[in-house]
Protein backbone atom coordinates (compact mmCIF):
# COMPACT_ATOMS: atom_id res chain seq x y z
CA UNK A 1 0.00 0.00 0.00
CA UNK A 2 1.15 3.35 -0.54
CA UNK A 3 0.63 6.14 2.12
CA UNK A 4 1.13 9.88 1.74
CA UNK A 5 -1.34 12.66 0.22
CA UNK A 6 -1.07 12.95 -3.35
CA UNK A 7 -2.52 16.50 -3.53
CA UNK A 8 0.33 17.70 -1.65
CA UNK A 9 1.45 21.36 -3.71
CA UNK A 10 4.56 22.67 -3.94
CA UNK A 11 3.39 26.06 -2.44
CA UNK A 12 2.63 23.49 0.83
CA UNK A 13 5.78 22.26 0.53
CA UNK A 14 7.39 25.28 0.24
CA UNK A 15 5.49 26.84 2.55
CA UNK A 16 6.72 24.02 5.13
CA UNK A 17 10.32 24.00 5.10
CA UNK A 18 9.91 27.89 4.69
CA UNK A 19 8.62 27.80 8.35
CA UNK A 20 10.40 25.27 10.02
CA UNK A 21 13.55 24.39 8.33
CA UNK A 22 16.27 26.06 10.60
CA UNK A 23 14.80 25.07 13.49
CA UNK A 24 14.06 21.48 12.28
CA UNK A 25 18.16 21.51 11.52
CA UNK A 26 18.77 22.54 14.50
CA UNK A 27 17.44 19.64 15.97
CA UNK A 28 18.85 17.31 13.76
CA UNK A 29 22.38 18.53 14.07
CA UNK A 30 22.72 20.70 11.02
CA UNK A 31 20.90 18.55 8.26
CA UNK A 32 17.09 17.83 7.80
CA UNK A 33 17.34 13.83 7.16
CA UNK A 34 17.36 10.22 8.76
CA UNK A 35 20.45 9.07 10.11
CA UNK A 36 22.41 5.90 10.41
CA UNK A 37 23.72 4.16 13.74
CA UNK A 38 26.38 1.41 12.95
CA UNK A 39 24.64 -0.85 16.31
CA UNK A 40 21.00 -0.80 15.33
CA UNK A 41 21.11 -1.23 19.44
CA UNK A 42 21.86 2.04 20.11
CA UNK A 43 19.50 4.84 20.96
CA UNK A 44 17.80 2.21 23.31
CA UNK A 45 18.22 2.02 27.03
CA UNK A 46 20.90 -0.94 26.55
CA UNK A 47 23.34 0.97 24.35
CA UNK A 48 24.80 4.37 24.73
CA UNK A 49 23.49 6.98 21.64
CA UNK A 50 25.47 7.84 18.89
CA UNK A 51 24.77 11.84 18.15
CA UNK A 52 22.41 11.82 16.09
CA UNK A 53 24.90 14.85 14.00
CA UNK A 54 27.53 12.02 13.56
CA UNK A 55 24.23 9.43 12.29
CA UNK A 56 23.23 11.87 10.08
CA UNK A 57 26.82 12.66 8.77
CA UNK A 58 27.08 8.90 8.54
CA UNK A 59 23.88 8.18 6.13
CA UNK A 60 25.02 11.20 4.23
CA UNK A 61 28.69 9.52 3.63
CA UNK A 62 26.53 6.30 2.60
CA UNK A 63 24.95 8.13 -0.33
CA UNK A 64 28.36 9.90 -0.95
CA UNK A 65 29.65 6.38 -1.28
CA UNK A 66 27.18 5.12 -3.35
CA UNK A 67 27.78 7.93 -6.47
CA UNK A 68 31.09 7.49 -6.43
CA UNK A 69 32.09 10.59 -7.91
CA UNK A 70 35.02 12.47 -8.02
CA UNK A 71 37.06 16.04 -8.85
CA UNK A 72 35.57 17.75 -11.75
CA UNK A 73 32.37 15.73 -11.85
CA UNK A 74 28.93 17.46 -11.38
CA UNK A 75 26.19 16.31 -9.02
CA UNK A 76 22.46 17.06 -8.87
CA UNK A 77 21.00 17.15 -5.21
CA UNK A 78 17.57 17.30 -6.07
CA UNK A 79 15.80 18.49 -2.87
CA UNK A 80 18.85 20.06 -1.00
CA UNK A 81 17.50 20.48 2.48
CA UNK A 82 19.73 23.27 4.34
CA UNK A 83 22.81 22.17 1.97
CA UNK A 84 24.91 20.11 4.67
CA UNK A 85 24.46 17.12 2.73
CA UNK A 86 25.99 18.71 -0.39
CA UNK A 87 28.64 20.34 1.47
CA UNK A 88 29.85 17.13 3.06
CA UNK A 89 30.25 15.39 -0.82
CA UNK A 90 31.98 18.58 -1.88
CA UNK A 91 34.00 17.97 0.80
CA UNK A 92 34.84 14.68 0.94
CA UNK A 93 34.89 13.98 -2.94
CA UNK A 94 36.24 17.34 -4.64
CA UNK A 95 32.80 17.16 -7.00
CA UNK A 96 30.79 20.14 -7.41
CA UNK A 97 27.53 20.48 -6.11
CA UNK A 98 23.90 22.43 -7.23
CA UNK A 99 21.13 21.80 -5.05
CA UNK A 100 17.70 22.75 -6.11
CA UNK A 101 14.90 23.27 -3.70
CA UNK A 102 11.23 24.38 -3.23
CA UNK A 103 12.49 27.12 -0.31
CA UNK A 104 13.68 30.26 -0.23
CA UNK A 105 14.77 29.86 3.45
CA UNK A 106 15.88 26.48 2.32
CA UNK A 107 18.42 28.34 -0.49
CA UNK A 108 19.25 31.03 2.25
CA UNK A 109 20.41 28.94 4.61
CA UNK A 110 22.40 26.73 2.81
CA UNK A 111 23.98 29.54 0.48
CA UNK A 112 25.41 30.91 3.91
CA UNK A 113 26.54 27.54 4.96
CA UNK A 114 28.55 27.30 1.36
CA UNK A 115 30.06 30.55 1.83
CA UNK A 116 30.85 29.71 5.78
CA UNK A 117 32.46 26.55 4.82
CA UNK A 118 34.46 28.47 1.77
CA UNK A 119 32.96 25.99 -0.93
CA UNK A 120 31.02 29.03 -2.53
CA UNK A 121 32.83 27.71 -5.44
CA UNK A 122 31.51 24.63 -6.37
CA UNK A 123 28.40 24.16 -4.66
CA UNK A 124 25.28 26.36 -5.48
CA UNK A 125 22.30 26.39 -4.55
CA UNK A 126 18.80 27.85 -6.39
CA UNK A 127 14.62 27.79 -6.22
CA UNK A 128 13.47 25.03 -8.65
CA UNK A 129 11.06 22.06 -8.57
CA UNK A 130 12.89 18.69 -9.07
CA UNK A 131 9.86 17.52 -11.00
CA UNK A 132 10.98 20.21 -13.64
CA UNK A 133 14.55 20.53 -13.05
CA UNK A 134 15.80 23.44 -15.32
CA UNK A 135 18.90 21.62 -17.04
CA UNK A 136 20.04 20.88 -20.16
CA UNK A 137 19.99 16.89 -21.35
CA UNK A 138 23.49 15.19 -20.00
CA UNK A 139 24.19 18.28 -17.68
CA UNK A 140 25.40 15.97 -14.52
CA UNK A 141 27.49 13.07 -13.55
CA UNK A 142 25.54 12.09 -10.31
CA UNK A 143 22.09 13.02 -8.62
CA UNK A 144 20.59 12.09 -5.22
CA UNK A 145 17.25 12.27 -3.80
CA UNK A 146 17.83 12.47 -0.59
CA UNK A 147 14.37 12.04 1.42
CA UNK A 148 12.82 14.42 -1.29
CA UNK A 149 11.51 11.68 -3.44
CA UNK A 150 8.71 11.28 -1.00
CA UNK A 151 7.37 15.02 -1.33
CA UNK A 152 6.71 14.04 -4.99
CA UNK A 153 3.25 13.27 -5.53
CA UNK A 154 4.27 11.45 -9.18
CA UNK A 155 8.00 9.59 -8.19
CA UNK A 156 7.53 8.18 -11.62
CA UNK A 157 7.60 11.87 -13.30
CA UNK A 158 10.54 12.81 -11.01
CA UNK A 159 12.68 9.53 -12.22
CA UNK A 160 11.92 10.51 -15.70
CA UNK A 161 13.07 13.98 -15.62
CA UNK A 162 16.51 13.01 -12.96
CA UNK A 163 17.08 10.53 -15.90
CA UNK A 164 17.12 13.39 -18.66
CA UNK A 165 19.88 15.39 -17.12
CA UNK A 166 22.21 12.90 -16.16
CA UNK A 167 25.22 12.13 -18.00
CA UNK A 168 25.17 7.92 -19.48
CA UNK A 169 26.82 5.94 -16.93
CA UNK A 170 25.59 8.32 -14.19
CA UNK A 171 24.66 7.36 -11.03
CA UNK A 172 21.19 8.30 -8.91
CA UNK A 173 20.85 7.56 -5.18
CA UNK A 174 17.71 7.75 -3.19
CA UNK A 175 17.42 7.60 0.03
CA UNK A 176 14.00 7.54 1.56
CA UNK A 177 11.47 6.11 3.51
CA UNK A 178 9.61 2.88 2.83
CA UNK A 179 7.10 0.41 3.42
CA UNK A 180 8.74 -3.04 4.15
CA UNK A 181 5.50 -4.71 5.18
CA UNK A 182 1.74 -3.43 5.65
CA UNK A 183 1.12 -1.58 8.35
CA UNK A 184 -0.82 -2.55 11.69
CA UNK A 185 -3.91 -0.08 12.13
CA UNK A 186 -2.93 1.81 14.55
CA UNK A 187 0.87 2.35 13.08
CA UNK A 188 -0.89 2.93 9.87
CA UNK A 189 -3.06 5.72 11.64
CA UNK A 190 0.07 7.25 12.87
CA UNK A 191 1.85 7.18 9.56
CA UNK A 192 -0.91 9.29 7.70
CA UNK A 193 -0.34 11.72 10.46
CA UNK A 194 3.19 11.90 10.24
CA UNK A 195 2.46 12.17 6.28
CA UNK A 196 -0.21 14.83 6.62
CA UNK A 197 1.88 17.09 9.23
CA UNK A 198 5.22 16.73 6.97
CA UNK A 199 3.16 17.26 3.25
CA UNK A 200 4.45 13.74 2.39
CA UNK A 201 2.91 12.67 -1.11
CA UNK A 202 3.97 9.23 -1.31
CA UNK A 203 6.10 6.54 0.69
CA UNK A 204 6.55 3.44 -1.41
CA UNK A 205 6.56 0.08 -1.13
CA UNK A 206 10.55 -0.88 -1.09
CA UNK A 207 9.57 -3.81 -3.39
CA UNK A 208 7.91 -0.89 -6.28
CA UNK A 209 11.25 0.65 -7.00
CA UNK A 210 12.85 -1.82 -9.55
CA UNK A 211 9.99 -1.24 -11.70
CA UNK A 212 9.83 2.15 -10.64
CA UNK A 213 13.35 2.56 -11.93
CA UNK A 214 13.00 0.54 -14.89
CA UNK A 215 10.03 2.50 -16.63
CA UNK A 216 12.17 5.88 -15.89
CA UNK A 217 15.21 4.31 -17.91
CA UNK A 218 17.42 3.75 -15.01
CA UNK A 219 19.06 0.71 -13.80
CA UNK A 220 19.22 -0.76 -10.45
CA UNK A 221 22.36 -1.39 -9.12
CA UNK A 222 21.72 -2.02 -5.21
CA UNK A 223 19.12 -1.80 -2.91
CA UNK A 224 20.00 -1.47 0.98
CA UNK A 225 17.39 -1.83 3.23
CA UNK A 226 19.33 0.01 6.43
CA UNK A 227 16.06 0.31 9.10
CA UNK A 228 17.22 -1.49 11.49
CA UNK A 229 20.01 1.35 11.87
CA UNK A 230 18.19 4.37 10.67
CA UNK A 231 14.31 4.20 11.46
CA UNK A 232 13.64 3.88 15.54
CA UNK A 233 16.63 5.45 16.72
CA UNK A 234 16.11 9.11 14.39
CA UNK A 235 12.50 8.77 15.51
CA UNK A 236 13.45 8.34 18.70
CA UNK A 237 15.89 11.45 18.62
CA UNK A 238 13.65 13.61 17.14
CA UNK A 239 11.34 12.93 19.53
CA UNK A 240 13.45 13.96 22.56
CA UNK A 241 14.77 16.93 20.87
CA UNK A 242 11.15 18.02 19.86
CA UNK A 243 10.21 17.67 23.84
CA UNK A 244 12.93 19.51 25.00
CA UNK A 245 12.03 22.36 22.70
CA UNK A 246 8.48 22.30 23.43
CA UNK A 247 9.44 24.77 25.95
CA UNK A 248 10.18 27.51 23.54
CA UNK A 249 6.61 27.69 21.98
CA UNK A 250 4.67 30.13 23.15
CA UNK A 251 1.50 29.20 25.36
CA UNK A 252 -0.33 31.24 22.47
CA UNK A 253 0.67 29.19 19.61
CA UNK A 254 -2.01 27.05 20.27
CA UNK A 255 -2.23 25.49 16.63
CA UNK A 256 2.24 24.87 16.62
CA UNK A 257 1.33 23.14 19.99
CA UNK A 258 -1.40 20.63 18.88
CA UNK A 259 0.69 19.76 15.60
CA UNK A 260 3.83 18.93 17.52
CA UNK A 261 1.99 16.84 20.35
CA UNK A 262 -0.26 15.00 17.14
CA UNK A 263 3.40 14.81 15.48
CA UNK A 264 5.00 13.23 18.93
CA UNK A 265 2.36 10.96 19.07
CA UNK A 266 2.66 9.57 15.73
CA UNK A 267 6.60 9.21 16.05
CA UNK A 268 6.18 7.37 19.39
CA UNK A 269 4.11 4.70 17.35
CA UNK A 270 6.37 4.66 14.39
CA UNK A 271 9.35 4.44 16.22
CA UNK A 272 7.84 0.32 17.09
CA UNK A 273 6.77 -0.06 14.23
CA UNK A 274 9.14 -1.92 12.02
CA UNK A 275 6.80 -2.51 8.94
CA UNK A 276 8.21 0.97 8.12
CA UNK A 277 11.90 1.25 6.79
CA UNK A 278 14.60 3.39 5.31
CA UNK A 279 16.35 2.14 1.87
CA UNK A 280 19.15 3.55 -0.16
CA UNK A 281 18.82 2.51 -3.51
CA UNK A 282 21.29 2.60 -6.53
CA UNK A 283 20.62 2.92 -10.03
CA UNK A 284 22.10 4.32 -13.26
CA UNK A 285 21.39 5.70 -16.83
CA UNK A 286 22.42 3.05 -18.96
CA UNK A 287 25.48 4.02 -21.35
CA UNK A 288 24.87 4.71 -25.28
CA UNK A 289 25.49 1.25 -27.16
Request: proline share 8%.
Amino acid sequence: MISGFRDVTPQAIAELYDRHSERTAALLGGSIHFGHWPDPAEGTPAAPALSVTTASARMTRLMTDALGVGPGEHVLDAGCGTGRPALQLARTTGAAVTGITLSGEQVRLATAAAVAEGLSDRVSFRLADAAEPPFPAGSFDGAWLFESLLHMPDPGHVLRRIHDVLRPGARLAIANLVERAPLPAASRTALDTFCALNRIAAILPLADYPSLLADAGLAVESVADVSEHSVPQTLRALCAALRADAMDVPPEEREEREEREALLGAMDRLAATPELGYAIVVASKPRRP
